[in-house]
């Protein structure tokens, strides 16, 4: 059974900064990939930054530039770092990832419980 725990979340004003993490439990073998998507009231979940085992990534164009996802692989950890944080940025953060659980293959996709970020003001 593998787990996904978020934080970081809050309230910031226009042009601030916060940082998500998420740390995965249980059995893992190998990461594929991590990442974060977001879900604001009445759309659908869309892609923000994603980051795979390699270490390759990829952004939405609405964030890159400002949003860093970056990983610690021995730790089986994303992080999403937000800066200069705009309207158009508040929803709920999800993580994702895609793991190999063992050396056969088989692998476990998921998402964590999510996080919300607002911004005000």
């Known amino acids: 059974q593998v787990q996904l725990v978020e934080s970081g979340g809050g309230l910031v004003h226009p042009g601030g900064s916060l940082r998500l993490s998420c740390a995965a439990s249980g059995r893992i073998f190998s990461v594929n990939d991590m990442g974060w998507y977001r879900q604001a009231p009445g759309k659908e979940r869309e892609l923000v930054a994603t980051i795979t085992g390699g270490g390759s990534t990829d952004y939405a164009d609405s964030v890159k530039g400002r949003f860093i996802i970056s990983a610690d692989n021995p730790q089986n950890t994303v992080y999403l770092q937000m800066n200069n944080l705009k309207h158009e940025d508040p929803a709920v953060y999800y993580c994702?990832?895609?793991?190999?659980?063992?050396?056969?293959?088989?692998?476990?996709?998921?998402w964590g419980q999510g996080t919300q970020v607002s911004v005000q003001g």
């Open positions: 994702n990832a895609e793991f190999r659980i063992n050396n056969q293959g088989n692998t476990w996709h998921g």
